[in-house]
Nanobody
Framework: VQLQASGGGLVQAGGSLSVSCTAS????????VGWFRQAPGESRALVAA????????WLAGSVKDRFTIDRDNAKNTVVLQMTNLKPEDTAVYYC??????????????????WGQGTQVTVSS
């Protein structure tokens, strides 16, 4: 499973940005997908996840009212849409995938497949 993360960039506080995760070689529709982020000096943390069907989703408390996660299995893509961005959202964002009948994992150890990461920088 090869995952490609894209769409990061530099945005001012209060702005919006979306990052996309696209799979190649497999149907992403068979996989739960999570978006993790890692800021300098911090551990990698889950910010959003979606089950293989998209019926179940989860957002971290710090982003719950600002981020959404959506998937389009026909396009083999999962998108994390971020609004009202804050400087503390600055991090490298990674998408990850794992096979799961229902739900999704919450720890990085549960995800065997990872994209390369994309930088999101929010200026104050």
């Amino acid at each position: 499973v090869q995952l490609q993360a894209s769409g990061g960039g530099l945005v001012q506080a209060g702005g919006s940005l979306s990052v996309s995760c696209t799979a190649s070689g497999v149907s992403l529709g068979n996989y739960a997908v999570g978006w993790f982020r890692q800021a300098p000096g911090e551990s990698r943390a889950l910010v959003a996840a979606t089950s293989w069907s998209g019926v179940s989703t989860w957002l971290a408390g710090s982003v719950k009212d600002r981020f959404t996660i959506d998937r389009d299995n026909a396009k083999n893509t999962v998108v994390l849409q971020m609004t009202n961005l804050k400087p503390e959202d600055t991090a490298v964002y990674y998408c990850a995938a794992h096979l799961r009948d229902h739900g999704f994992g919450h720890t990085s150890e549960e995800y065997p497949y990872w994209g390369q990461g994309t930088q999101v920088t929010v200026s104050s």
